[in-house]
């Protein structure tokens, strides 16, 4: 089970995010973090039933999927101990800035595993593939969704400059947009018209659904 397989790489993006996104995320380049004036808002509390409970001692764990740099990567942060059928997830600051993309957009999917499989937080390497297969199941069609419109909105001001009409109006009415500043949820929402990429829609977090499963019969949205 590969990166690509988890998520789609960002190679097909439409040009105005693929601008909007391009430069590399700040804490890998050594930048500064940007001041967030949403670092003290309440955290996210999350909890979810997986309908049955695991052969053996299993953990949520939130992975992050960056593509504002070359290569993509995923990054681990957020973890919680299933119990019998279910666990509550609790998130108490901002995603690291190494979680974020540089579009002021963080999207983690809730993935399943054995605590036995020995997954490290933080960015992950090629050489942490092979861990992937451990995963016993996912959020698939819903994810943790961290918006800084502050981030965002300065993001698309730098680049306005290099942006046509189009490709400007295009970012400015991008999904993130949709979510509230801080911590939320979103459920997957399909191209519209087939074209382009996938995008989320708001969701309250309770309804995220966990589920156990081999992850290649899942369907996990292409939104980058």
Aim: with cysteine; glycine share 10%.
């Amino acid at each position: 089970m590969t990166h690509s397989q988890l998520w789609v790489p960002r190679s097909r993006v439409a040009l105005a995010w693929v601008m909007f996104c391009a430069s590399c995320c700040v804490a890998a380049c050594g930048g500064q973090d940007h001041g967030d004036p949403q670092a003290s808002a309440p955290p996210l509390a999350l909890e979810a039933s997986l309908g049955s409970a695991p052969d053996e001692a299993s953990e949520a764990v939130v992975m992050w999927n960056v593509t504002s740099g070359e290569p993509d990567y995923l990054y681990l942060w957020g973890r919680a101990s299933v119990e019998g059928d279910s666990f509550k997830l609790v998130l108490h600051s901002r995603p690291p800035a190494a979680a974020m993309n540089n579009s002021g957009l963080g999207v983690g999917m809730i993935m399943l595993a054995p605590r036995s499989a020995g997954f490290r937080d933080g960015m992950q390497s090629d050489a942490d593939e092979g861990l992937y297969e451990n995963f016993r199941g996912a959020s698939e069609r819903q994810a943790i969704i961290y918006v800084d419109r502050e981030q965002a909105n300065a993001r698309i001001e730098a680049m306005s400059s290099t942006l046509t009409a189009e490709e400007l109006k295009s970012a400015r009415e991008h999904w993130l947009f949709d979510f509230p500043p801080g911590y939320s949820c979103g459920t997957a929402r399909a191209a519209q018209g087939g074209a382009g990429f996938d995008g989320y829609a708001p969701i309250d977090c309770s309804k995220v659904e966990v589920r156990l499963g081999k992850l290649e019969e899942f369907e996990f949205p292409n939104w980058s």
